[in-house]
């Protein structure tokens, strides 16, 4: 979240631990709803599973 200082692992943690959406835009007035679905986003991103296709040997 470019510009707050605020670290988007904080923001996942927070939520992993049941504070709502609303409970992060009291705690940080600097956020937006915006910036915490972006975070959500990032790490669903960084969930995805990658398939990486081997190349098969030639003998």
């Known amino acids: ?3 707050t200082r605020i670290p988007v692992h ?3 943690h927070m939520m992993a631990n049941g504070d ?3 409970e992060l835009l009291t705690e940080y007035p600097s956020l ?13 991103e960084l969930a995805e599973e990658q ?3 081997i190349p098969v ?3």
């Open 32 to 44: 937006f709803r915006e910036d915490i679905m972006a975070c959500l986003d990032y790490a669903a």
């Open 1 to 3: 979240m470019k510009g």
């Open 51 to 53: 398939v990486t296709p």
């Open 57 to 59: 040997a030639s003998f």
């Open 10 to 12: 904080q923001i996942l």
């Open 20 to 22: 709502t959406v609303e």
